[in-house]
């Protein structure tokens, strides 16, 4: 053998060789697993990235959604109250304030690299962050707004409801069956006046119905005594009646007609009777008779131109005599 072969096959030369190229292996396989595992850290760093950011945009999605939602429908029809329909003026300044408030600039996760895309997820998240702090303010006003509009028109509702109770309170004096429906009537306007001039709107609105409800037992109780009022009249225009139908019957029982003795008597009527003028008749004058010596009287017969008398004819004789001769 050569030196060469000599070397080659001593022990120990061959193990350092041996060592050294296990140590040429081992670095180059170490660089080339640095490069690997580096790699490997940068990709999954960029989808954790991109994961973060992904997730950012949804939650901004969310909020803007209710957002919207609550500037567009709730928030857009509160803003049309005025301050004259409120309790409170200031919370409708508040509200139109809050209302007009500008959205921040459309952010996105379209971007490439790991640093675009942190400062898009940062931006992202302070949109989300705007957005659900504008939503919680714009609807604290808008519930400001509502509860004091809500107030307001209560407040009214229940005056004008204390002011009709009140009004058929005193209207009502005197015309009630029973006296107590007016009495609790009173007791509910006292409270609802010291409850109008409050801000409970829950009580306003309960009172508001009670108000209601005591007027009605009011008026059932002044119908109920319009109607014993006349059925009590038609009880005693009946009862009169029969009274008096009563003392008409006895009265007719008690009479007697008086006992009279009556005769009758008859007059006959006194007439008058003319009787028709006659025409008189006077005879012509006959020529003087020669007086006819009187001869005595023998007794022989009534002497003539005599009644039957025997003696001279007296004055009733003579005036016969001289009665005209009827034709």
């Given at each position: 053998m050569n030196d060469d072969t000599?070397?080659?096959?001593?022990?120990?030369?061959?193990?350092?060789?041996?060592?050294?190229?296990?140590?040429?292996?081992?670095?180059?396989?170490?660089?080339?697993?640095?490069?690997?595992?580096?790699?490997?850290?940068?990709?999954?760093?960029?989808?954790?990235?991109?994961?973060?950011?992904?997730?950012?945009?949804?939650?901004?999605?969310?909020?803007?959604?209710?957002?919207?939602?609550?500037?567009?429908?709730?928030?857009?029809?509160?803003?049309?109250?005025?301050?004259?329909?409120?309790?409170?003026?200031?919370?409708?300044?508040?509200?139109?304030?809050?209302?007009?408030?500008?959205?921040?600039?459309?952010?996105?996760?379209?971007?490439?690299g790991v640093d675009a895309l942190r400062g898009a997820t940062a931006r992202i998240d302070k949109n989300a962050a705007w957005y659900e702090s504008h939503t919680a303010d714009l609807s604290k006003a808008v519930d400001a707004v509502n509860e004091s509009h809500d107030a307001k028109t209560l407040k009214d509702a229940l005056s004008k409801q204390i002011k009709a109770a009140q009004e058929k309170y005193k209207g009502t004096d005197g015309k009630v069956k029973d006296d107590q429906t007016r009495k609790d009537l009173k007791t509910m306007i006292d409270k609802a006046a010291k409850t109008r001039d409050g801000k409970d709107v829950k009580a306003m609105n309960e009172q508001a119905k009670q108000l209601k409800t005591l007027m009605g037992k009011v008026d059932a109780s002044v119908k109920a005594k319009q109607d014993a009022d006349k059925k009590a009249a038609e009880e005693k225009a009946r009862k009169e009646a029969e009274a008096q139908a009563a003392a008409a019957a006895q009265a007719q029982q008690q009479y007697v007609a008086p006992q009279q003795s009556y005769t009758p008597t008859y007059t006959a009527p006194q007439q008058t009777y003319t009787a028709p003028s006659t025409p008189q008749y006077t005879a012509p004058a006959q020529p003087a008779q020669p007086a006819t010596p009187s001869k005595p009287n023998t007794g022989g017969g009534p002497i003539s131109g005599g009644h039957g008398m025997t003696g001279p004819c007296d004055a009733a004789c003579q005036a016969e005599a001289m009665k005209p001769i009827q034709r």
């Amino acid at each position: 053998m050569n030196d060469d072969t000599k070397t080659t096959t001593d022990p120990k030369k061959r193990r350092r060789i041996i060592i050294g190229v296990s140590a040429l292996l081992v670095a180059a396989l170490a660089t080339g697993g640095a490069v690997a595992i580096y790699q490997h850290s940068a990709s999954v760093q960029l989808a954790e990235v991109k994961e973060a950011c992904a997730q950012s945009s949804e939650t901004l999605r969310v909020a803007r959604n209710k957002y919207d939602t609550l500037h567009d429908k709730d928030a857009a029809e509160a803003v049309k109250i005025t301050d004259k329909q409120v309790e409170d003026a200031a919370v409708v300044t508040t509200l139109a304030k809050t209302y007009k408030e500008e959205a921040p600039d459309l952010a996105a996760c379209n971007v490439e690299g790991v640093d675009a895309l942190r400062g898009a997820t940062a931006r992202i998240d302070k949109n989300a962050a705007w957005y659900e702090s504008h939503t919680a303010d714009l609807s604290k006003a808008v519930d400001a707004v509502n509860e004091s509009h809500d107030a307001k028109t209560l407040k009214d509702a229940l005056s004008k409801q204390i002011k009709a109770a009140q009004e058929k309170y005193k209207g009502t004096d005197g015309k009630v069956k029973d006296d107590q429906t007016r009495k609790d009537l009173k007791t509910m306007i006292d409270k609802a006046a010291k409850t109008r001039d409050g801000k409970d709107v829950k009580a306003m609105n309960e009172q508001a119905k009670q108000l209601k409800t005591l007027m009605g037992k009011v008026d059932a109780s002044v119908k109920a005594k319009q109607d014993a009022d006349k059925k009590a009249a038609e009880e005693k225009a009946r009862k009169e009646a029969e009274a008096q139908a009563a003392a008409a019957a006895q009265a007719q029982q008690q009479y007697v007609a008086p006992q009279q003795s009556y005769t009758p008597t008859y007059t006959a009527p006194q007439q008058t009777y003319t009787a028709p003028s006659t025409p008189q008749y006077t005879a012509p004058a006959q020529p003087a008779q020669p007086a006819t010596p009187s001869k005595p009287n023998t007794g022989g017969g009534p002497i003539s131109g005599g009644h039957g008398m025997t003696g001279p004819c007296d004055a009733a004789c003579q005036a016969e005599a001289m009665k005209p001769i009827q034709r």
